[in-house]
């Protein structure tokens, strides 16, 4: 589907008359409002009716310690800046409103001692206990089982607590934060380049999605641009760990389904794509490419070798995926399972494929293009029916758009010709700034700031914990043998969630 | 279904041949860093690492890969002493082993006998039970990519099992964090004798760049006895499987 792009100056033109000498300042498709505190929810679901969609709310200290609530509204990053005083401990909760800011509100209570008043749920999150069970469904049959946090299988850990009667799961209650390792505070200190590696350690499968993330904030706090080139290379790194996550997810799908063949099938495809990742930079998953001001590697594989390597990779993968999709042992378990509809999914601030699964077209690279996407051409893919089997269609659909994405980057490197500068030096300077990119599990915002050249503070807004609540929203009607597909469909790591 | 036989047909044998064989090494994989220099070193050398991997004492410099995070810094930095290699048969049975460079003192550690000298039928045969305790997750996948037709680690009788009282090898990710702390103490007590833990990845044999934050015991030997590091950020599947071989006793760290 082809889009049309909000205009920003429409965004701008309603924020400025909504909030009159609020507006403070707009560079490179942000625009921050000052607030206070008291007004912040009000303001909150003004935007919300407009459309805007939550991405999270955390405590940044330039240019004064506030509070900050950002939105994507419109083309453009919307934040609602309210300064915090030395003795604030408590502010009118979001989510009393917006169920999307519940996870964030009780993770900024834990971590700063805010208190969001009128909270519906506000227990602590970030260190769980696994034994803390409870039961919600009380009765002479039913049962609680924990899933979790130790996994049956090689994944990561999370529990899902499932109250039963023997069949149907009756409530779910999923619990993320066991594997948090409190890495935002561990940048505090670093410099803007270690800051990437770390970036790339807080979901090791989407490494490529956090450096540039990070990196993007770090170049829009010094208002630099990195060069074209590196620009394309990003992409081309990005869309390769788009193509891996995809697979990944039909692999686990094909072993739900027990079809050994396939899975061999679509493990030899993630496989290769791994390869390929390593002969282009020596790293599996893309790691120490991205840096703040362009990228660091030497391309270790020639353009046009990529070239020919795609050429494979589709042709084998076409076949495959046709005889996947036909094959209906597979597709009768997807169809239906774990259902979304488009009101739940805006309600809870859903992104990436998941959300384009219910038809709600928002992608980052889109809405607010970065880097090279804003000069490449590709559809944002979406489906209608918001299934497990629609989330498996859109993400087939992205990797067609993906191959696509990558030999447009390759041909405009080729043009380009030889290798002039990949990276530029950074500036010394001061300030915040928000870097975002559409990672495999869908949007995801950094928000950085920088002083004496080093990294003071980082907030990451990680898609995969906008996405833990509507697995849960997703359960309906759906029996215990649905339980793994449907996990499976929405492809979220748990590490980024956690932090 | 015989559509899916003849397209698995298809593709013939693409399984490596290790540990019979070595597996072909891709020129310019980041698989561990060499010191290539230890003499003359600086002490500031030390501050290029953000793990704290490089250790400096008397111009003599020497580096934990059980610390290092493969990031690279000091390979950009000082081309001429550290540099990138592909090699993968990294694993060690004690956590000195994995320290390379100048005389690290090489302490007595106690190590259990590998899996396959303490029972011998366990050479043929082992199950494993995969704990995540904390990874950024790109351990899971290099994990399961060893059952794919490239490792196939059927074929050297590893298998894995969802039972921790089925299990004889724990292979644990992560630095271990305080909420997986209890169900991986948990997960370890009630696995039958003999048992061997395997340290998978950097983070799980120090904590890598989370070590310091107070959120993480700070690798897996500070819960439970570890039998094999396998150092890596992530470590590749093939490294993994070194390291899983070396449990079993199938293959010997002096073998080499």
């Given amino acids: 589907m082809r889009l049309e792009r909000a205009s920003t100056d429409h965004a701008q033109r309603f924020l400025e008359g909504r909030f009159r000498g609020a507006l403070e300042h707009a560079p490179d498709g942000t625009t921050v409002l000052r607030l206070p505190l008291g007004a912040l929810d009000r303001a909150a679901v003004l935007l919300a009716d407009e459309g805007a969609r939550f991405i999270s709310v ?80 009380v009765g002479d049959e039913t049962f609680v089982i924990p899933y979790g946090p130790i996994r049956s299988g090689i994944f990561e850990a999370i529990q899902h607590v499932v109250e039963t009667g023997g069949e149907d ?70 869309e390769l760990e788009r193509l891996a996550n995809h697979l990944d997810v039909a692999t686990k799908l094909a072993e739900d389904a027990a079809l050994s063949v396939a899975v061999a099938r679509f493990g030899i495809l993630k496989e290769d794509t791994m390869r390929v990742r390593a002969r282009l930079c020596g790293s599996r998953f893309g790691r120490g490419v991205v840096v703040p001001g362009g990228i660091a590697t030497t391309q270790l594989l020639d353009p046009a070798e990529l070239r ?16 996947l999709l036909r094959t209906s042992s597979f597709t009768d378990r997807l169809i239906g399972s774990g259902r979304l509809d488009r009101t739940t999914v805006e309600t809870l601030g859903g992104v990436g494929p998941v959300a384009r699964a219910v038809g709600i077209s928002t992608d980052a690279r889109f809405e607010r293009p970065y880097g090279a996407y804003e000069r490449l051409g590709f559809d944002v893919v979406t489906a209608e029916n918001g299934d497990a089997m629609a989330r498996l269609d859109v993400r087939f659909g992205e990797i067609r758009e993906s191959l696509h994405l990558i030999r447009q980057a390759l041909d405009r490197l080729q043009r380009i010709g030889e290798t002039t500068r990949l990276r530029m030096d ?20 950094y928000w950085v700031e920088l002083a004496d050249g080093r990294i003071r503070r980082v907030h990451v807004s990680s898609p995969s914990l906008h996405n833990w609540p509507l697995f849960v929203a997703s359960f309906r009607g759906d029996v215990l043998t649905d339980f793994s597909f449907i996990e499976h469909s929405f492809g979220l790591t748990a590490a980024g969630a956690d932090r | ?110 190590v259990r006998l590998p899996l396959g000298e303490q ?22 996948w290099e994990i399961s990519a060893l059952t794919n037709p490239y490792y196939d680690m059927q074929r050297l009788g590893l298998y894995f099992t969802l039972s921790p009282r089925h299990a004889d090898v724990l292979l644990v990710t992560g630095g271990v964090t305080r909420s997986m702390e209890k169900p991986l103490e948990r997960a370890y007590e009630v696995m039958p004798e003999p048992k061997a833990v395997v340290a998978a990845g950097t983070d799980a044999c120090s904590g890598g760049f989370a070590a310091t934050t107070g959120e993480i015991a700070g690798g897996v030997d500070r819960v439970l006895p570890v039998d094999v590091y396998v150092p890596g950020s992530p470590p590749s599947p093939i490294a993994l499987l070194h390291g899983l071989l070396l449990a079993a006793g199938v293959v010997t760290e002096d073998g080499r």
Avoid: N
């Fill in chain 1, 169 to 238: 799961v009756l409530a779910l209650e999923t619990r993320p934060y066991f594997k948090h390792r409190g890495l935002e505070a561990r940048f505090g200190g670093l410099e803007p380049v270690q800051g990437a590696v770390l970036a790339e350690r807080i979901a090791g499968i989407a490494s490529v999605a956090h450096a540039a993330a990070f990196s993007q904030a770090v170049e829009a706090a010094l208002r630099i641009d990195p060069p074209e080139q590196a620009a394309l290379w990003r992409t081309v790194h990005a």
């Fill in chain 1, 308 to 323: 020919d390597w795609l050429g494979r990779f589709e042709h084998d993968l076409v076949r495959d995926r046709r005889l």
């Fill in chain 1, 426 to 445: 950074l500036p010394a300077g001061e300030g915040g700034g928000f870097g975002w990119v559409e990672a495999p599990q869908g949007e995801l915002v």
């Fill in chain 2, 119 to 140: 029972a011998r039928p366990l050479r043929r045969s082992i199950h494993i039970r995969h704990v995540d305790a904390g990874s950024d997750g790109a351990e899971e």
């Fill in chain 2, 1 to 110: 279904m015989l559509e899916w036989i003849a397209r698995g047909l298809r593709k013939g044998v693409v399984t490596s041949r290790y540990p019979r064989g070595a597996e072909p090494e891709l020129d310019g994989f980041h698989g561990r860093v060499e010191i290539v220099e230890t003499d003359g070193a600086r002490d500031e050398l030390e501050a290029l690492c953000p793990t704290g991997a490089i250790s400096v004492s008397g111009g003599l410099v020497s580096l934990d890969r059980g610390r290092c995070i493969l990031c690279g810094a000091c390979v950009e930095a000082e081309p001429e002493r550290f540099r990138f290699s592909p090699a993968y048969e990294t694993a060690s049975r004690r956590r000195a082993g994995v320290v390379v460079g100048a005389s690290v003192e090489r302490q007595l550690e106690a």
């Fill in chain 1, 58 to 137: 955390f405590v940044a200290a330039a240019p004064e310690r506030s509070l900050v609530a950002a939105f994507a509204f419109r083309g453009q990053i919307a934040a609602l800046r309210a300064p915090l005083t030395e003795d604030a401990a408590a502010y009118p909760a979001l989510s009393l409103h917006l169920p999307a800011a519940r996870l964030a509100e009780r993770e900024l209570h834990d971590r700063e001692g805010l208190t969001p008043l009128g909270h519906p749920e506000l227990t602590p999150a970030l260190r769980p206990d696994a034994d803390a069970l409870e039961q919600r469904i």
